[in-house]
């Protein structure tokens, strides 16, 4: 089936250090969304890239998304203990009709002050 | 509140009892999903709807698991005869059609979630 796979799982930080996770897809996606979970919290929606080589950035998040469209980032600079939580990327399948999206299993960053 | 409401945000059952949860979407928004998530995994797809009819249903939903989105509003998840296995945070998210040029689907904005204990 169609899998979408995060690393690292997780990730302990020194603030003011940098940080990426990475995400590739098993399939060609349509577009991938990226999602912020803090801790005890529901995913919150960051981003959706849809182009390939696409890279979009939020402040201190820059977000890429493959030639191949198969694979993507998310790379944070300087972090903060805000930063603090679990980053979900999520595909949608080419194939997909009905917007259903495919999630990693997350990483976990740790920002310790 | 301009959110995705879920109801009850916990519910304890014993396991054989059936549980039903409640997810009021953005009004809005079309598109209605259930997902599943388990502690360390991501969320994981369970069902789909477009206003009120149910077009795509996971694989590993079993027969124990029902959802209906009666007149395109809010919808509701049922599990009969409860395991401990279900155990598990059940999310709903709302999402709806983009009106920008190339993209079709927004994000999928996701409520509290309502957290599930079988023992």
């Known amino acids: 089936g169609q899998q979408v796979m995060q690393i690292p799982q997780y990730q302990h930080v020194q603030e003011g250090e940098d940080f990426t996770t990475y995400c590739n897809s098993s399939t060609t996606l349509s577009n991938i969304q990226w999602y912020k979970q803090r801790p005890g919290g529901h995913p919150v929606f960051l981003i959706q890239l849809v182009k390939s080589g696409e890279v979009k950035k939020q402040k201190r998040l820059t977000f890429q998304f493959g030639e191949a469209k198969k694979n993507s980032s998310l790379h944070i600079t300087a972090t903060q203990t805000t930063d603090v939580g679990t980053y979900f990327c999520a595909g949608l399948v080419r194939s997909s009709n009905t917007g259903k999206l495919i999630f990693g299993q997350g990483t976990t960053l740790q920002v310790k002050p | 509140d301009t959110g995705v409401s879920q109801d009850p945000r916990h519910k304890i059952t014993k396991r054989g009892q059936n549980v039903t949860f409640r997810c009021d979407p953005i009004?809005?928004?079309?598109?209605l999903y259930w997902y599943r998530q388990t502690l360390g995994q991501g969320p994981e797809f369970l069902t789909y709807f477009q206003n009120e009819a149910q077009l795509e249903k996971s694989r590993l939903l079993s027969d124990r698991f029902s959802a209906e989105r009666p007149k395109g509003s809010f919808s509701t998840l049922e599990i009969q005869r409860t395991e401990q296995g279900d155990s598990a945070m059940y999310l709903c998210?709302?999402?709806?059609?983009?009106?920008?040029?190339?993209?079709?689907?927004?994000?999928?904005?996701f409520g509290s979630g309502t957290r599930l204990t079988v023992v």
């Open positions: 009004s809005e928004h079309n598109r």
């Open positions: 998210a709302s999402s709806g059609d983009s009106r920008k040029s190339n993209l079709w689907q927004m994000g999928y904005t």
